[in-house]
């Protein structure tokens, strides 16, 4: 089993930043992927951002030079830094975490951007 905890979720004003945490707990071992997903009201959950612990990183186009997805491998943590927000942006943001055996999804964080 593997347990996300996620932090950073807020309410800011289009063209601000917010940076968002995750930490994983559990049995966490061999090639992962961590990473960020978001689903707005009345939308499906799409993709944000995704980093395995090789490094490699995938971003939705729409989020392309605005957000930094990072993690720190000896501390289980993804962080994404989103720079830029616009009132689009807006949605509950969940931490994933998938290897061989399976994914988890943490519960989520809200974000909202005010125009």
């Known amino acids: 089993q593997v347990q996300l905890v996620e932090s950073g979720g807020g309410l800011v004003q289009a063209g601000g930043s917010l940076r968002l945490s995750c930490a994983a707990s559990?049995?966490?071992?061999?090639?992962?992927?961590m990473g960020w997903y978001r689903q707005a009201p009345g939308k499906q959950r799409e993709l944000v951002a995704t980093?395995?612990?090789?490094?490699?990183?995938n971003y939705d186009d729409s989020v392309k030079g605005r957000f930094t997805i990072s993690r720190d491998n000896a501390k289980n943590t993804v962080y994404l830094q989103m720079n830029s927000l616009k009132s689009e942006d807006t949605a509950v943001y969940y931490c994933?975490?998938?290897?061989?055996?399976?994914?988890?999804w943490g519960q989520g964080t809200q974000v909202t951007v005010s125009s």
């Open positions: 994933t975490y998938s290897d061989s055996r399976g994914g988890y």
């Open positions: 559990g049995s966490i071992f061999g090639i992962n992927v």
């Open positions: 980093l395995t612990n090789g490094w490699q990183t």
